[in-house]
């Protein structure tokens, strides 16, 4: 069974940024659709960003995008996000996930249930 930690999470002025972290253990990155999804009080869980590592694809909600970017470090197996021009309505608890690879050719990479693996969660506060 592998497992997906985050960290990085904290709080921040708008228009900051922040760097988020998924160490992943027991994962091939060329194996699964890797993606980050966020939750904010009383909202359902949304997807922010996904990356697959085979060809390299990425994509984003476009809430984030031009502001966040996804990338993977296979050597040290994690996953990150870059959050710049960080907003207020960007807060919320962050998750990494991992489903299987063809997720990330699909338009349905937002719908959270068709990943496998969820990581604890790391929590973004951004204040006005």
């Known amino acids: 069974q592998g497992q997906l930690v985050e960290s990085g999470g904290g709080s921040v002025q708008a228009g900051g940024s922040l760097r988020l972290s998924c160490a992943a253990s027991?994962?091939?990155?060329?194996?699964?659709?890797m993606g980050w999804f966020r939750q904010a009080p009383e909202k359902e869980r949304e997807g922010v960003a996904i990356i697959y590592i085979g060809y390299d694809n990425t994509a984003y909600a476009d809430s984030v995008k031009g502001r966040f970017t996804i990338s993977l470090d296979n050597a040290k197996n994690t996953l990150y996000l870059q959050m710049n021009s960080l907003k207020p309505e960007d807060t919320a608890m962050y998750y990494c996930?991992?489903?299987?690879?063809?997720?990330?050719?699909?338009?349905?990479?937002?719908?959270?249930?068709?990943?496998?693996?969820w990581g604890q969660g790391t929590q973004v506060t951004v204040y006005s």
């Open positions: 996930a991992a489903g299987p690879w063809r997720i990330c050719y699909s338009d349905s990479w937002r719908e959270d249930y068709r990943y496998n693996y």
């Open positions: 027991g994962y091939s990155f060329s194996s699964y659709c």
